[in-house]
Nanobody, 125 residues
């Protein structure tokens, strides 16, 4: 089992940048495919980005392609989400999630059994 703790959220103006971090417990971080999801008020949780166990394969939602970058540092048990050119519609609680790596990248929330508590990102216009 793995425990996840997100950080790095906050208030930023449109066009600005933020980097989210997600620290994982334990010494088996490289076993996991990692994902970022977000949930805006009144909306369902949606996929943002995912990265495979060693960081060489990534996938993004169309809405964030070219603006967000997911990365990981297995030595630090941490996955990151660098968010550039932020828009007000990016406002949401952002969650990181982990799933055992078999089966490749995962973009559906149902595929992830482990979740962090979320960090709020607010983008002002």
């Amino acid at each position: 089992q793995v425990q996840l703790v997100e950080s790095g959220g906050g208030l930023v103006q449109a066009g600005g940048s933020l980097r989210l971090s997600c620290a994982a417990s334990g010494n088996t971080f490289s076993w996991y495919t990692m994902g970022w999801f977000r949930q805006a008020p009144g909306n369902e949780r949606e996929f943002v980005a995912t990265i495979n166990y060693n960081g060489d394969i990534r996938d993004y939602a169309d809405s964030v392609k070219g603006r967000f970058t997911i990365s990981r540092d297995n030595a630090k048990n941490t996955v990151y989400l660098l968010m550039n050119s932020l828009k007000p519609e990016d406002t949401a609680v952002y969650f990181c999630a982990a799933a055992v790596r078999f089966g490749g990248l995962k973009i559906r929330s149902e595929e992830y059994p482990y979740w962090g508590q979320g960090t709020l990102v607010t983008v002002s216009s």
